[in-house]
């Protein structure tokens, strides 16, 4: 992503797309997910990283990162958020990645470089997803962590500007999004949750913020496991 020519509209697009991708991993790993031996040491944007290694999450991942990819080349998408849940479906945690396109392009000029706006920020992109992958690495200091084993698990939801509909990659392509549960939605967050903000990098032409958002069950959770965010606080 970084040279001397300007970034494209789709340079942007790619980069901010593996990114999200590999700070997903990174999130089921630090947040135990899944057991850690699911996970196997890597490196990216010159720091250490976890990667699942298990075929079909890795593939659940990229196909909606693929997806989401495609909206973002439309301009629809407001937020991306992990949704890590109890089994019974109720929030915990969401993680929300917030995108803000700057410019307008044509379709016909997504190739073509756009005028920069910040240009640090772009010419260093890896440096600023970087400074993103190691606050997540230590979340936990500030989420404390939820023991919960097996009980945890998590969803994908694209929320797009103005009610829009996702889009289908092919005539012949399934649907590559069902409707998601209201109660995983930002909107559905109560008024009691806790809003924690990570990092933002402006790249001039799509614009990308991650915050992490504690329920209101996860909150009283937490508040009652003498392991939990309490101990952590006050270790």
Do not use: C
């Amino acid at each position: 992503m970084s040279g001397d020519l300007p970034l494209t509209f789709n340079q942007a697009v790619r980069g901010i797309t593996e990114f999200i991708e590999v700070a997903i991993h990174t999130i089921l790993y630090v947040r135990q997910v899944y057991p850690v031996d699911l996970f196997v040491r890597r490196k990216k944007y010159n720091t250490p990283v976890f990667q699942s290694r298990h075929p079909a999450l890795n593939e659940y991942i990229s196909g909606a990162l693929k997806a989401v990819a495609e909206e973002l080349v439309l301009g629809t998408v407001d937020k991306v958020v992990v949704v890590i849940k109890n089994q019974k479906e109720v929030p915990l945690e969401r993680f929300i990645f917030a995108v803000r396109s700057m410019i307008q392009v044509e379709s016909y000029n997504k190739d073509t470089s756009a005028q920069r706006r910040r240009r640090n920020d772009v010419d260093r992109p890896g440096q600023y997803f970087r400074s993103f992958l190691v606050k997540l690495s230590m979340i936990e200091l500030q989420l404390g962590q939820m023991h919960m084993g097996d009980d945890l698990s998590f969803a994908i939801v694209l929320e797009l500007e103005d009610e829009k509909a996702p889009t289908a990659s092919g005539a012949k392509d399934p649907p590559p999004w069902l409707p998601a549960s209201t109660e995983h939605t930002t909107s559905a967050a109560s008024e009691s949750a806790e809003l924690h903000m990570i990092r933002a990098v402006d790249t001039g032409i799509i614009n990308l913020s991650l915050a992490v958002q504690e329920s209101e069950e996860k909150l009283k959770m937490m508040k009652g496991d003498p392991k939990g965010k309490q101990k952590q606080r006050e270790a």
